[in-house]
């Protein structure tokens, strides 16, 4: 049963900064493209970074760049991404995510992912 455990959301206030991790179980984790998704109240889901299997490459949308960093640890079978100097778009439900991807950069494109977690919140506010 492959599957993948989000932690490290809650609350935090702007400028704030939050680690999220994603956890892999049931597969091997370095074969795989993680990407982090999120869906604002209201909005389509997005994807926000993502990063290769062997960590050597990875792919940002804009609005995060420079603040956001996304690592893996094969090791650990683990995915984190740094979240600094949080803003109030920032909040939304986000996921991690795996596919099998070969290109690169990798893509920050729902459908080559086929292993979702279960979500959960990030809220920026003071």
């Known amino acids: 049963q492959l599957q993948l455990v989000e932690s490290g959301g809650g609350l935090v206030q702007p400028g704030g900064t939050l680690r999220l991790s994603c956890v892999a179980s049931g597969f091997g984790m370095e074969w795989y493209v993680i990407g982090w998704f999120r869906q604002a109240p209201g909005k389509e889901r997005e994807g926000v970074s993502c990063?290769?299997?062997?960590?050597?490459?990875?792919n940002y949308r804009d609005s995060v760049e420079g603040r956001f960093t996304i690592f893996r640890d094969n090791a650990k079978n683990t995915v984190y991404l740094l979240m600094s100097d949080l803003k109030p778009e920032d909040t939304a439900v986000y996921y991690c995510?795996?596919?099998?991807?070969?290109?690169?950069?990798?893509?920050?494109?729902?459908?080559?992912?086929?292993?979702w977690g279960q979500g959960f919140q990030v809220t920026v506010s003071s």
């Open positions: 995510a795996a596919g099998v991807y070969s290109g690169r950069p990798p893509l920050l494109i729902s459908s080559i992912y086929d292993y």
């Open positions: 990063i290769s299997g062997s960590g050597g490459s990875t």
